[in-house]
């Protein structure tokens, strides 16, 4: 895929931003062909050198840049020459799912296997031992804890799972308990 086609691609576009943020974005949003100073980058978009260098760092911390370092003979300064190396994103994104999911996996046995209770005033939630600690009373507003059914909360993880686990060709009927 080429870079035109995955910068306008909404998912990535999500996904750099939610990398390199706003500031970052114009760095992210324009990879030139080729090798590139931050200096001329900061120029060439109008930004601060900081922003770009620090929206290089993160491209560079998830395998979407890359740099090469030359020493000026006669100064000894060091220029770093960046690399966009875009084609990792996809790869990146997979990864990214896979952690949802897992995360998404883990939260979802929490919410099976514990009891909540609820303070509707203050919109509190507790572990039913937390519960018992306080005599089922709230310790902020000192109303009843009302006992609270989260079987649409679990329900609603068990579809986005399903729908990662589509997404990332995962067999969902594999009973991991047998």
């Not at 960046?82 to 998404?104: C, G, K, Q, S, V």
């Amino acid at each position: 895929m080429a870079f035109e086609d995955l910068l306008e691609d909404p998912v990535i576009q999500k996904y750099l931003h939610e990398l390199v943020g706003p500031k970052g974005m114009p760095v992210a949003a324009a990879p030139p062909d080729g090798e590139v100073t931050d200096e001329e980058l900061a120029e060439e978009l109008d930004l601060e050198l900081n922003d770009v260098r620090r929206a290089l760092f993160i491209l560079y911390e998830n395998d979407l840049a890359s740099y090469r370092r030359l020493r000026d003979e006669d100064s000894g300064w060091l220029t770093y020459l960046w690399t966009f190396e875009y084609d990792n994103i996809p790869e990146n994104l997979e990864e990214e799912m896979y952690r949802l999911h897992d995360a998404l996996e883990q939260r979802q046995e929490y919410e099976r296997n514990h009891e909540f209770y609820l303070c509707e005033i203050c919109s509190i939630r507790f572990e039913f031992g937390e519960a018992m600690d306080f005599g089922f009373e709230c310790p902020e507003c000192g109303s009843p804890l009302e006992s609270m059914d989260n079987d649409r909360l679990v329900t609603s993880m068990e579809d986005r799972l399903a729908a990662l686990e589509s997404e990332l060709n995962l067999d969902a009927d594999v009973d991991v308990d047998a």
